[in-house]
């Protein structure tokens, strides 16, 4: 296997790393109630897709005090 004959600078193995970094997600809002949601899925929050409701959605219960 052939090994390199000078090592890398630090600038240069860098330049290489630039791409490798996390980017943070696509988020649209809903047109039913204005949450953000992921693109092109069922909205977690009233479950409509497409000005159409796909799944129904429980609402939770306030705890009473």
Known sequence: MAHP???HSKA?????R???KLKAPDLVR???C????P???????CGYYKGRK???IKEKA????
């Open 39 to 45: 693109p092109f899925k069922v909205c977690p929050f």
């Open 18 to 20: 630039t791409h490798k």
């Open 62 to 65: 306030k705890k009473k005090r």
């Open 54 to 56: 796909i799944i129904s």
């Open 34 to 37: 204005r949450n953000l949601k």
């Open 5 to 7: 004959k000078r090592k």
């Open 30 to 32: 809903c047109p039913q």
């Open 12 to 16: 240069r193995t860098r330049k290489k």
